[in-house]
């Protein structure tokens, strides 16, 4: 009751509020790093909200189609959780904010035993990639697609080939830290192999819906509201929402969590998913980054609704 009441109010001020952010997409760039990605709209700006009841509220862009990025880490976790467990996992990779950029190398070779520092930047998801079963890299990305459809409720999603390429041919940081991680003796698999994969779950498909069905299965404790069904046992699903909130922003993490008080993960194709524990599933996309890899205008979107909603968990 009252949270549809929450809805309606949104739906009213929603295109004003996020007229309002996109200004800011004249400040921000799309990712270049990927040459498919520059590609994107710069001024697009979409949201998605949806509740436990299934009723949702959109605005903008929100029918864009764009790329997880670093998005698809916080699920792949889950999955590499739940193959095997939490021993395994954190044995690999560690459970603190970095405060580098997301593709950075510093650390792995200063802090000892080198491994990466926490699951969410792109050593660590390298690293939770070969954690994933599966007998081939084909059998490993054909799981997470399966897995990323179940928590979606889309059965159509799929990757975008031409983004995995471009990312794979240019992918020379990457590919140094994943060779770096090999060195270090963190993974067992052929580097090729690993990196096959974590490009294909970078290069999966979505928009702002399937992201808010997603946050929304998050903020629900691993259960689908929908369907009942408790899709990822709740405490992993609690150990990747505490990773949202210290690391998912990247090196702005403490400065979203100051500003907006919510879980969320953003990726270089300007996505970010983001939840109301318990109550709201949140997907949007902005192309425009800012200097840290964030959308400049879904930041700034977020920021506005939590303020004006009093969402913050703290
Ligand atoms: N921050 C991101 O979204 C990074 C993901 C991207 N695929 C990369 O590895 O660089």
């Known amino acids: 009751m009252v949270l549809s009441t929450e809805l309606a109010q949104m739906k009213e001020r929603l295109p004003e509020w996020l007229e309002a952010s996109r200004a800011l997409t004249a400040e921000g760039k799309t990712a270049a790093y990927i040459p498919e990605l520059a590609k994107a709209p710069k001024e697009a700006l979409g949201i998605h909200i949806l509740n436990m009841n299934g009723e949702s509220v959109s605005a903008g862009d929100c029918g864009l189609v764009f790329t997880m990025q670093s998005i698809s ?65 084909e059998q490993k ?84 509201p929908v369907t009942q069904k408790q899709l990822v046992p709740r405490r992993y699903v609690q150990i990747a929402k505490t990773f949202m909130m210290t690391c998912g922003m990247y090196n702005a993490s403490g400065e979203f969590a100051i500003a907006a008080g919510l879980p969320a993960k953003s990726g270089v194709a300007g996505g970010i998913m983001t939840m109301v524990p318990g109550r709201l599933g949140i997907g949007v996309v902005g192309p425009a980054l800012n200097s840290k890899g964030n959308s400049v205008a879904g930041v700034h979107l977020i920021e506005t609704l939590s303020r004006e909603f009093d969402w913050s968990m703290f």
């Open 141 to 224: 990305s054909e799981r997470i697609l399966r897995f990323f459809c179940e928590l979606s409720g889309n059965e159509t999603l799929g990757y975008n080939l031409d983004v995995c390429r471009s990312e794979s041919a240019t992918a020379h940081r990457n590919r140094s830290l994943a060779y770096f991680l090999k060195d270090n003796g963190v993974l067992d698999d052929d580097v090729e192999e690993v990196l096959d994969v974590y490009f294909h779950h970078c290069s999966v498909e979505v928009t702002c819906a399937d992201l808010a069905r997603m946050g929304l299965v998050l903020a629900c404790g691993g259960k689908d």
């Open 73 to 137: 880490k916080v699920f792949t976790l889950l999955l590499a959780l739940m193959d095997n467990g939490e021993e395994v996992v954190f044995a690999k990779v560690g459970k603190e904010p970095t405060g580098d950029d997301f593709n950075s190398m510093l650390k792995l070779e200063l802090v000892e035993p080198g491994i990466p520092f926490n699951p969410l930047i792109n050593a660590g998801a390298i690293v939770i990639s070969s954690l994933i079963h599966g007998a081939t890299p």
